[in-house]
């Protein structure tokens, strides 16, 4: 499968800047394998199967052979400067253009940044919840903060790619007016600054305006079942929908992608699960890396070696020619990407390394 465009990373958050010594780095790795506090004694973090990609693929990058012990991992990423093993890490994912949520400014790479960092391309998406947050903070007045979350919504739609929303329902109707300015008096007098968006209403009244700016959305949820009345309800508007669940709903999201001409879904960790459920066109990767630019290389490798074992059996099968499962690696990996987010066309091919 040479010559395969770069990946589209369709969901991530940038990476750390500076240093980060064994421990820092461990916490990162544990938020990213889903783990709290310390692991086991004896063991670490690296005792994960994201640990032994890592171990894997990592290396090679920063000039150490594969599996060398984390100490020495560390110690060499220590040596050249965190900025150039960001660079040389970032650079060997095979990932080409990044859709990066934005965050906290200065703890994470911005868009701009990670393309540099990448030499790629990278595209903001603007999380709802948050805008209306940062809103919420200077806002003194029911009318004051909804009439400046929707002009903050319509500002971010001139430059994001993409919105985002954490909802894990939504009706299948926008909230009436009524209901959104009594959920924000109540959130309002009640809120310190700084606190969370809790208030559902409000969260359904921004996840439907974010609708009718017509750029796509994605939908970060535990489970995606109870979005389904809103997923029918949003058919026919203009605007594409990109669940991203959480394990192990990824199939069931696969599912209602194939049901709804403009729903989508992530592929998941395990491609050979979704593929079964959705046509190959509704289906994208993403990385969903946070803080450590390692996680990108660990998720391009991961998510391309399971695309080649899947369309490697087919092949060897008679299911399909070896041309069918290029282009299906080609639309899970970055076709479909680049169609629902409206990005140009990549610049050239990207030579297999995986």
Do not use: N
Not at 108 to 123: F, V
Not at 226 to 232: G, H, K, M, S, T
Not at 238 to 253: E, N
Not at 330 to 348: D, H, I, K, M
């Amino acid at each position: 499968m040479d010559t395969l465009p770069p990946l589209i990373d369709q969901y991530s958050h940038g990476a750390v800047h500076g240093e980060l010594g064994l421990g820092s780095f461990e916490a990162h790795l544990a938020a990213a394998v889903g783990a709290q506090g310390p692991a086991p004694a004896g063991t670490s973090h690296f005792d994960t199967r994201t640990g032994l990609a890592l171990r894997r693929w990592c290396p090679p990058l920063l000039g150490l052979e594969p599996h060398c012990p984390p100490v020495r991992y560390l110690a060499r990423r220590r040596e050249i400067g965190a900025f150039r093993a960001g660079r040389k890490l970032l650079r060997g994912t095979g990932i080409g253009t990044f859709l990066v949520e934005a965050g906290a400014p200065g703890v994470l790479t911005s868009a701009p940044e990670l393309a540099a960092a990448a030499q790629g391309r990278a595209h903001e998406v603007v999380r709802l919840e948050p805008l209306a947050e940062q809103v919420a903070d200077t806002s003194g007045s029911v009318d004051s903060f909804l009439g400046y979350t929707a002009e903050a919504l319509y500002s971010a739609a001139q430059h994001a790619t993409a919105f985002a929303s954490g909802a894990g329902y939504c009706e299948g109707r926008a909230p009436e007016a009524g209901e959104v300015r009594r959920a924000a008096d109540r959130w309002l007098r009640g809120r310190r600054p700084g606190e969370p968006l809790g208030e559902p209403a409000l969260v359904r009244h921004l996840l439907w305006s974010a609708v009718a700016t017509g750029l796509p959305v994605q939908l970060h949820c535990a489970d995606p079942q109870p979005l389904a009345a809103f997923l029918r309800a949003t058919a026919g508007l203009g605007c594409d929908l990109v669940l991203l669940p959480r394990a192990p709903h990824h199939r069931r999201a696969a599912q209602l992608a194939a049901v709804h001409p403009h729903v989508y879904a992530d592929t998941g960790p395990c491609p050979e699960e979704t593929l079964g459920q959705a046509p190959f066109g509704k289906l994208l990767f993403s990385s969903g890396a946070r803080g450590l630019p390692e996680l990108y290389v660990t998720a391009a490798r991961l998510f391309s070696r399971a695309m080649a074992r899947v369309v490697g059996e087919w092949t060897a099968e008679g299911l399909c020619a070896a041309a069918d499962g290029r282009r299906i690696t080609e639309l899970v990996g970055s076709g479909t990407a680049r169609r629902v987010y409206r990005l140009a066309p990549a610049a050239q091919g990207f030579p297999g390394v995986f």
